[in-house]
């Protein structure tokens, strides 16, 4: 008996995987049952049950494939909408979240101090210049607080034996001497209130254990100790196991360098994180048990293995991986100890309050010498005072998570390294002033090491003028940059020659003019136009520049001659570099070439440029 095999057989189409939305899915859906179950149902009306279930497959489907999508689009640092996700898009790509800063301003401290005879004269009475301590408290009259950053010595010497402060007669006595002065000094303060917290750690060790201080928008974390006055550093990361701290500077060269840069371990360390959406910050510790001896840089594996003391087989075993986070490569987890921490919070645009508005002292912390008398200390905190001349700023609110998001793409580009010669400008360029500050600084190669490089550098005095770096300057710089150079550099440090130089001229000018007043206006656009920030080191001086200067200058009408000639050692009482360099033979068509390592300065322009009128 014959048998209708396409009978048998149900019908088929070709299926698309293309259906993402609830349509599409609905009529992918209707379409196969109506193919492959004709006999079993046929309404799919919206009112029908096969419609039901039709409807809720699709609906499972577009629910799916809406979270795909979402997914995979929070996988994109600059399309991710989760704020979780973007946070940690954020830290994986070295981005620190921050909530609102504070205001920074100058605050002068003033009182009234009996004075002092010295030798040659008199000064305030050393014994009662008191010391304001870092954490000082003063209040805005719009009821901003500002802290004190650092403490306030002053009593303080130059290397000459000087006050640095500054001080005048306030009142004479009968003889007419000095009896009474007003001595005032400034310190940089920061708004926001100085805060500590305490936290009591078990006797368990917890790998990366993690505290949340008890204020919101922490600005500044200024020290973190146990009771076992041990110190927590804090880092950018766990595995970065030195910091850099400053001790201050004794030699001469303090008044331009004011801190030696010391590299300092930190097997002590931490890590600060601020939550934008609670505003609160937590500190994350290392991994290592502080109460174990770990003498190793690196965590041996060999100390997991199992002994087998002379046998020959030995049994399947486990072992926990978790074991290897208890060295201390990655620094110490806080035990069986007392947390102290303390910080400074608070912060925001508010912040920014304008000129001489700081004026109460709300908390003051002050201690006095020994050798102070009880009248003269008293005195002193009776007349003491303070304001600010200048107006707050650097206050802002917290910055979104939008904001935050567009520095990823700078951040991922960045690294802790010096590799080319525009990363080791960079970087010199980012040493904190208080070690010293570089002015100008060129990179050329060593004609004897080709892994070597020159580094010229100078810096500026007192006077704005520019001068050989000091000593701590360099002895800083390099240590500084040591930590980021590769391993197979190397950087020689050198002075820049500074050569300084005179120009003089002659011009006509027209017959109705002042020729006095044209010389003026040609001195001081010479001057504008040859200041020192516009030079470089090994940058060349164009005597054409000076020419169109003074020929464009107003009622010249031409000029009859022009002479740049170099300035060296000292001319009547002003002192120049000594720095000799013939500038005929090494001028080339209007140019006048330094060697390698020099920059030109106009150094006393009043005096340097020389102009005469016909």
Do not use: W
Not at 25 to 34: C, K, P
Not at 168 to 189: C, D, R
Not at 457 to 482: C, E, F, H, Q, W
């Amino acid at each position: 008996m014959s048998v209708d095999v396409k009978k048998k057989l149900k019908k088929s189409f070709n299926r698309n995987f293309l259906a993402r939305d609830f349509e599409a899915l609905r009529t992918e859906l209707i379409e196969h049952a109506r193919t492959y179950y004709p006999e079993k149902i046929q309404d799919f009306s919206e009112a029908s049950v096969g419609g039901m279930l039709v409807d809720m497959a699709a609906m499972v489907g577009d629910t799916m494939s809406f979270y795909l999508d979402h997914q995979f689009r929070e996988l994109d640092p600059m399309k991710a909408v989760e704020p979780v996700n973007i946070r940690m898009h954020l830290k994986n790509a070295g981005v620190q979240i921050y909530g609102a800063t504070p205001a920074s301003t100058e605050l002068t401290f003033s009182f009234d101090v009996n004075s002092q005879k010295v030798s040659g004269g008199y000064r305030p009475d050393i014994n009662n210049l008191p010391v304001i301590l870092q954490g000082t408290e003063v209040t805005s009259t719009s009821g901003i607080v500002f802290t004190t950053t650092e403490d306030l010595d002053f009593a303080e010497l130059d290397v000459s034996g000087n006050l640095v402060c500054e001080y005048f007669i306030k009142t004479t006595n009968a003889a007419g001497n000095p009896a009474q002065y007003n001595v005032s000094a400034k310190v940089m303060a920061s708004s926001g209130k100085q805060a500590t917290d305490t936290f009591s750690i078990s006797n368990t060790h917890v790998p990366f254990r993690e505290i949340t201080l008890s204020n919101p928008n922490v600005s500044t974390i200024i020290s973190v100790k146990d009771s076992d006055a041990n110190i927590y550093y804090e880092v950018s990361s766990l595995s970065q196991d030195t910091v850099f701290t400053a001790v201050k500077n004794i030699q001469s060269d303090a008044p331009m360098v004011p801190s030696n840069l010391e590299i300092t371990p930190a097997p002590r360390r931490f890590t600060k994180t601020h939550n934008p959406t609670t505003k609160f910050t937590t500190l994350q510790f290392g991994s290592g048990d502080s109460e174990t001896l770990d003498d190793d840089v690196l965590p041996d594996p060999s100390d997991l293995s199992l002994d087998l003391y002379g046998k020959k087989d030995f049994p399947r075993f486990s072992i926990d991986p978790n074991s290897l986070l208890q060295t201390q490569t990655l620094g110490m987890s806080p035990r069986n100890t007392t947390l102290t921490v303390s910080y400074r919070h608070g912060g925001g645009l508010n912040h920014n309050v304008t000129s001489k508005s700081v004026t109460e002292i709300s908390s003051l912390l002050l201690e006095f010498r020994q050798t102070a008398n009880p009248s003269g200390a008293l005195s002193v905190k009776q007349s003491l005072g303070v304001t600010n001349a200048s107006a707050a700023v650097g206050g802002s609110e917290a910055p979104t998570l939008e904001t935050l998001r567009q520095l990823i793409p700078t951040a991922r580009q960045s690294q802790a390294r010096v590799v080319t010669r525009e990363d080791l400008l960079a970087r010199l360029y980012t040493m904190p002033a208080q070690f010293g500050r570089v002015y100008r600084a060129s990179i050329a190669p060593n004609p004897v090491n080709p892994l070597s490089a020159l580094l010229y550098i100078t810096s500026l005095d007192r006077d704005g003028n520019m001068t050989v770096a000091p000593d701590t300057l360099k002895k800083n710089l390099s240590k500084y940059l040591n930590e980021f150079r590769l391993i197979s550099d190397a950087i020689d440090i050198l002075d820049t020659q500074v050569i300084n130089y005179g120009v003089k001229y002659s011009v006509i000018v027209t017959q109705d003019s002042n020729k006095i007043q044209v010389i003026q206006n040609i001195n001081n656009r010479i001057a504008d136009a040859l200041q020192k920030k516009y030079f470089q080191i090994d940058q060349p001086l164009v005597i054409d520049d000076i020419t169109n200067t003074i020929i464009n200058t107003d009622s010249v009408i031409s000029m009859t001659e022009l002479k740049v000639y170099p300035i060296v050692n000292k001319v009547e009482d002003r002192q120049y570099s000594s720095s000799t360099f013939p500038f005929g033979k090494n001028t080339k068509n209007g140019i006048i070439f330094g060697p390698q390592g020099s920059i030109f300065e106009l150094k006393f322009p009043a005096h340097d440029i020389i102009g005469t009128a016909e």
